[in-house]
């Protein structure tokens, strides 16, 4: 079973992880921080209680002046410790067991940590006493230095407790934070969860065979990271939709197509046979026919032919070198292959070729599309007309352009004229022989080379129909004469 993927889970889980990781950053930085503040604080308070013993030492009120250590009106905690000496050696006063530590060289303070065990911290304190300045002498002067300390136990507990707050309030944060964040991304991606309905509706059960519209909803047409999607969804539906209308079409029209014609051909040996004839009127009759299933049998090849072309290919894949085929060669075997359309309506075809260019078209298919394009020209020219054709070649681009004087095409028949079996003049189609199947292959040789082909109504005329194929420039072009007149 495939484990299902959750992007609301995913999004909150990453912030949570990153808020994590932050606070346990934030936590280290505030602990340090905070040890330096209560080291700061607890230093200024042994400052002050070894400033107040340092004041507690007073005169001995001796001949030798000496001094003493009066500890009345001194405040200290109980768990301080003390050693006061002068600069004899001699002890004034003590507390506790303080460690025997050096002075510095000036007044500045020293402060150590040691007796790791009980976890003291000290500071040594060394100061000025002047007894008696008023003598001439100056008095006498004694270097006074104070060892202090006190336990740091209350320090660490302060600081432990205020990363215990610190802690505890992150974590309710970030619960809230989640709980809140899981609401807003929800809320957040209402509009995927719209569309995400929206789309379900494609595959319902409900849905009609011709009704393949998809509209978005607005909340996913307004969002800028949506907003492709949705179109790409609603451009992608359109053109199954289109696909689903062709494909119904074709099939409509093929059946149409087939139908019509063996209809014609089973009318036509019922007529046959219904009664007595003479040899030559069975020739003839026999001779219809075997129009009617020519006819017939150009449709069911026409139609296996664009079968074959709207096939996706694979020799780009195999390593084969692709066949190529002269257009200028291709286009002279065309014009031979119409002349007797043409000679009937006295067409002059008139060539402009400059240049000559290979395409990677198989010599066949190139044919079919130069013949399908002029014979789709001649049907359409008045008798006594010219058809223009022109070659150009253009960074790795050919050109090919074949233009008649006809009456053009109406602009309800230029949407659909590469579509299959589509006719704007049915009755005339069928009067030629035509099926509507030829401009199609056309659109589908073109685009199976990376080609393109487009029709549209000339502005002296007629119409023109525009070809342009991948190519390269022929080292030997072979160029046709600059015109053919074929006469009745």
């Not at 003390?82 to 460690?99: M, Q, S």
């Not at 600081?159 to 309710?172: G, K, M, N, Q, S």
């Not at 494909?247 to 014609?261: G, S, Y």
């Not at 996706?312 to 031979?336: F, I, K, Q, T």
């Amino acid at each position: 079973m495939t484990n299902r993927i959750s992007i609301t889970r995913r999004l909150v889980v990453t912030v949570l992880m990153l808020e994590l990781l932050s606070a346990v950053a934030l936590i280290g930085a505030m602990t340090v921080h905070e040890r330096e503040v209560q080291l700061r604080a607890f230093d200024a308070s042994l400052m002050a209680g070894a400033e107040a013993l340092m004041g507690a030492v007073q005169d001995a009120e001796d001949a030798a002046d000496n001094v003493m250590l009066d500890m009345r009106g001194v405040q200290l905690p109980q768990d301080a410790t003390f050693l006061v000496e002068d600069e004899k050696g001699r002890i004034l006063g003590t507390a506790g067991d303080p460690p025997h530590l050096e002075a510095s060289a000036s007044d500045a303070p020293v402060f150590r940590n040691v007796d790791a065990s009980r976890r003291y911290r000290f500071v040594v304190l060394r100061g000025l006493r002047i007894i008696d300045p008023g003598q001439a002498n100056g008095g006498a002067h004694h270097t006074i230095t104070v060892v202090y300390g006190t336990r740091t136990g209350h320090m660490w507990h302060e600081v432990v407790e205020a990363i215990r707050f610190f802690a505890i309030a992150t974590l309710v944060l970030m619960g809230a934070t989640a709980l809140l964040m899981a609401w807003l991304v929800r809320r957040g991606l209402a509009p995927v969860y719209e569309l995400a309905r929206e789309a379900e509706h494609i595959s319902g059960k409900d849905w009609r065979f011709d009704d393949w519209r998809f509209d978005a909803p607005a909340s996913a047409k307004n969002t800028v990271e949506l907003q492709p999607l949705a179109a790409a969804l609603e451009a992608a539906l359109e053109r199954v939709q289109r696909s689903f209308e062709q494909q119904k079409r074709f099939m409509n029209d093929a059946a149409h197509e087939l139908k019509t014609d063996v209809a014609i051909v089973k009318s036509s040996l019922q007529l046959l046979s219904m009664n007595r004839r003479t040899v030559e009127e069975y020739i003839r009759g026999l001779a219809t026919s075997v129009e009617d299933f020519t006819r017939l049998e150009m449709t069911v090849q026409k139609m296996l032919t664009l079968a074959r072309l709207e096939q996706p290919s694979d020799r780009n894949n195999s390593g084969a070198p692709r066949p190529s085929s002269s257009l200028c060669g291709v286009m002279e075997d065309a014009v031979s292959q119409c002349t007797p359309l043409a000679k009937l309506k006295a067409i002059t075809v008139i060539f402009d070729f400059n240049d000559d260019a290979r395409v990677a078209i198989d010599s066949r298919d190139a044919l079919l599309l130069c013949s399908n394009i002029l014979l789709n020209a001649l049907q359409h020219s008045p008798n006594g007309g010219a058809i223009q054709i022109s070659l150009t070649v253009n960074e790795q681009v050919a050109r090919l352009t074949v233009q008649d004087r006809g009456e053009g095409i109406s602009e309800r028949d230029l949407l659909h004229v590469f579509e299959p079996f589509y006719r704007g003049d049915p009755s005339r189609s069928r009067k030629s022989g035509g099926t509507g199947l030829g401009l199609s292959i056309c659109k589908a040789i073109c685009e199976s080379a990376g080609g393109s082909i487009e029709i549209a109504n000339s502005s002296t005329g007629g119409a023109l129909v525009t070809v342009k194929l991948p190519a390269t420039r022929a080292e030997s072009p072979l160029i046709p004469q600059p015109s053919a007149s074929f006469k009745a």
